[in-house]
């Protein structure tokens, strides 16, 4: 590591200007998570793709599979894969080879991940898997129970492919990731950058730049200063740009903003296994005392519209329509003194990371005082490692922002939730229903598109009464790159084709 970090400090101060066939990017986190992560790097940096991706409404749509069909009312799926596809090596994509992802993907479950994690085990992604095989070239699961809609719920993350010669028999790395992508990592310096360089086997346009440096910057005025003085030339990943710093750069016209609706929500989780939120009166003042309007408009700076329904807008009909998030302080107030207000503050917890991505801090004292208006006292803790303060118990409310890693809003439902979902009980949110479970558990299995939209309604309606996590906003994307970098574009998963970026003409 020592002699690879010597190679890139070699590179030099500033990085080869747009035009030329490299490019600088920066991001606030480190898309590379190395050989102990179920997927090495981020789907981002375009070196492995998925069976299936989504498109701009989170519908599956084809991208190592060219097609794929349905049978046995749902327990039978068969890909086709997309024909002359090899991986970095040369090798050819075979259907065996996608099976040797799937059964590794079984195999290594649960395991966590620093993109989207593995922990609530692959049935969550595949459903109840009977078998996995490779027929006539395609790739066929048959699973134990119908599931509706197996293609989105594979999009993304869950269905990365890479060569099974990138695997140890643990399911670890044997060396870098062998991917089907545009790029290949070349190189990676752990928390500073990572760099890639086209694929000469991609069956794909080769893309416009030869080379592509994402430094990781976590401090937002750090990433603005960089992109300024010429050091890097486009910010890219969630939170690339604070709300509040996206209007000076759309002003400019030496850069490009791209703003584009994302899965990104950000929610209040509450601590129901302990007081006072184990109370719900003392959740419903809690969300009554909010003022999401002033928090959209003001603090998110118009990048991300107020909170209702649990699925946010991008998720198209399935989002539940009539859900409202009220603010109403009387109404809060009079149910803290029904209640009884707590005897000591409750804590409000940040990860210190986000605060990188998103103006945290500020919302977190916004909440802080207004809950204090209503009878609620509370304090702000701001922690690296909020998983291990959230296993511990020691929060009332926690303030992050999720999204879904594929286009099947059951991740959520089941992942988060599910009375028997491991975030749900590890991380004390205390939330037990019947009726909750009964409903998740039907939709996975509902064929019928209309009832199982129906369905997805009534979830919604259920949390909206029971408030285990309510949505405070649903957020855009902003993004910024030099004007002279032409070609960008941003999917819902906040997701950068690297592949298309090249310079303007």
Not at 56 to 74: E, H, I, K, T, Y
Not at 269 to 275: D, E, G, P, Q, V
Not at 411 to 432: I, M, P, T
Request: glycine fraction near 8%; charge should be negative.
């Amino acid at each position: 590591m020592a002699v690879l970090a010597a190679l890139l400090t070699g590179c030099g101060g500033q990085e080869a200007a747009p035009g030329s066939d490299e490019l600088t990017l920066a991001a606030p986190r480190d898309l590379v998570a190395g050989p102990e992560d179920p997927y090495y790097v981020h789907q981002t940096l375009r070196v492995w793709e998925p069976l299936v991706t989504v498109d701009d409404r989170l519908r599956p749509v084809p991208a190592l599979a060219a097609s794929w069909s349905a049978a046995d009312g749902g327990r039978r799926w068969t890909f086709t894969l997309r024909e002359g596809v090899r991986f970095s090596d040369g090798t050819p994509l075979t259907a065996e080879s996608v099976v040797a992802n799937v059964e590794r993907f079984l195999r290594i479950a649960p395991r966590q991940s620093a993109f989207f994690s593995l922990d609530a085990g692959m049935e969550a992604a595949y459903g109840k898997v009977d078998d996995v095989r490779a027929e006539a070239g395609a790739v066929v699961f048959t699973l134990e129970e119908p599931v509706a809609d197996l293609p989105a719920r594979l999009a993304g993350f869950f269905s990365m492919v890479q060569s099974p010669r990138a695997f140890t028999a643990s399911g670890g790395f044997a060396g870098k990731p062998v991917g089907t992508g545009p790029y290949t990592l070349a190189e990676w310096v752990k928390g500073q950058r990572a760099v890639l360089t086209a694929n000469p086997h991609h069956h794909g346009p080769a893309p416009a730049y030869e080379r592509i440096v994402v430094r990781v910057i976590p401090d937002a005025n750090a990433r603005v200063a960089a992109l300024r003085a010429g050091e890097v030339d486009g910010l890219i990943d969630k939170g690339a740009l604070l709300p509040a710093q996206a209007p000076a750069f759309a002003a400019d016209d030496t850069f490009r903003v791209l703003r584009s609706p994302s899965v990104l929500t950000h929610y209040l989780t509450f601590n129901a296994s302990r007081r006072p939120f184990s109370d719900p009166r003392l959740r419903e003042a809690a969300d009554l005392a909010i003022d999401r309007q002033a928090i959209t408009g003001t603090l998110l700076a118009g990048t991300a519209a107020p909170g209702s329904a649990f699925l946010s807008p991008v998720f198209g009909d399935l989002a539940a329509p009539g859900v409202t998030a009220a603010y109403d302080p009387a109404r809060a107030r009079a149910l803290v003194a029904e209640a009884g207000a707590p005897a000591a503050p409750v804590t409000i917890l940040v990860s210190s990371a986000e605060t990188g991505q998103f103006p945290y801090a500020d919302i977190a004292e916004v909440l802080r005082t207004s809950l204090a208006q209503v009878g609620i006292p509370a304090k702000v803790t701001v922690a690296e490692a909020t998983k291990a303060v959230m296993e511990a118990g020691d929060y009332d409310v926690f303030l992050s922002a999720y999204s879904v890693p594929n286009g099947d809003a059951d991740y959520l439902f089941r992942r988060f939730l599910r009375s028997d979902a491991a975030w749900n009980v590890e991380r004390r949110l205390g939330y037990r229903s019947a009726e909750f479970d009964r409903l998740v558990d039907l939709a996975a299995t509902e064929t019928d598109a209309a009832a199982r939209r129906d369905l997805y309604h009534r979830i919604q309606r259920l949390l909206a009464a029971d408030r285990p996590m309510v949505p405070l906003a649903y957020q855009d994307n902003p993004i910024v790159t030099a004007a002279a970098v032409g070609g960008v574009r941003q999917s819902v998963a906040y997701v950068v084709d690297l592949g298309a970026l090249a310079p303007s003409t």
